[in-house]
């Protein structure tokens, strides 16, 4: 069990256009999910901490304004990364927890902006 | 802020060497979790450990969380070049008060495997 899964698992857009990101625990409720970025050769930055039905706490220098995330359910979280643009290709992982300390991470979405 | 050192960044070793990375905290840590990722993936879980003192394997992995808590060690045995990845600590620590910290990441250890 612990399986999360994150869509899409790659994604193009141009410059301007927002794209959204989805995370779901796919076998358990998530108490806990987490939206990590991750720069070519680089450890994992968090970015944002949610949790269901209330407002995701954004790390320092994270622009909760660029970075929207919705927990609307126990098995969902979507970052909308708002009007993209080239300096925010990355790579964006989620995890998620349900209860205990230990994280269980998605595969992964590049974010590739023209 | 906390800071994990791990080292060593990258390792070239032959195949069915035995492996050792290890990280170091500035603060004292109450959860270690050991994590691999291979290219374009997201990190998976190799071992958690919570007691200090702890000693745990999964298969040829094994991973110990300091007695001091501010350090824990992975070792992986005879390696196979599928243990090609990056291999990540990560850990927790209390704030006083007893809330949970985030889960802080190390810096990775790219292990290359030449068979």
């Known amino acids: 069990g612990a399986v999360v899964s994150q869509h899409p698992s790659w994604v193009i857009c141009k410059s301007g256009t927002s794209v959204k990101i989805e995370c779901r625990s796919l076998?358990?409720?998530?108490?806990?999910m987490f939206w990590y970025r991750q720069f070519p050769k680089q450890s994992l930055m968090l970015m944002a901490t949610?949790?269901?039905?209330?407002?995701?706490?954004?790390e320092q220098g994270v622009e909760k304004d660029k970075f929207l995330i919705n927990h609307a359910s126990l098995t969902l979280s979507t970052l909308t990364v708002t009007s993209a643009h080239p300096e925010d290709s990355s790579f964006y992982i989620c995890?998620?927890?349900?209860?205990?300390?230990?994280?269980?991470f998605g595969a992964g979405t590049r974010l590739s902006v023209l | 802020g906390q800071q994990l050192n791990q080292s060593p960044q990258s390792m070239f070793i032959q195949e069915g060497e035995d492996v050792s990375m290890n990280c170091t905290s500035s603060?004292?840590?109450?959860?270690w979790l050991w994590y691999k990722q291979d290219p374009g993936e997201g990190p998976v879980l190799l071992i958690a450990?919570?007691?200090?003192?702890e000693l745990t394997s999964n298969g040829r992995l094994t991973a110990q969380f300091g007695i001091t808590r501010k350090d824990s060690f992975l070792n992986i045995s005879a390696s196979i070049p599928s243990d090609v990845g990056i291999y990540f600590c990560?850990?927790?620590?209390?704030?006083?008060?007893?809330?949970?910290?985030?889960?802080?990441f190390g810096k990775g250890t790219k292990l290359s495997v030449k068979p």
């Open positions: 450990l919570y007691k200090a003192g």
């Open positions: 990560a850990g927790r620590y209390s704030n006083y008060g007893g809330s949970q910290g985030n889960l802080i």
């Open positions: 949610s949790n269901e039905g209330s407002k995701a706490t954004y």
């Open positions: 995890s998620a927890t349900r209860g205990a300390d230990i994280q269980y």
């Open positions: 076998d358990f409720q998530a108490t806990t």
């Open positions: 603060s004292i840590f109450n959860t």
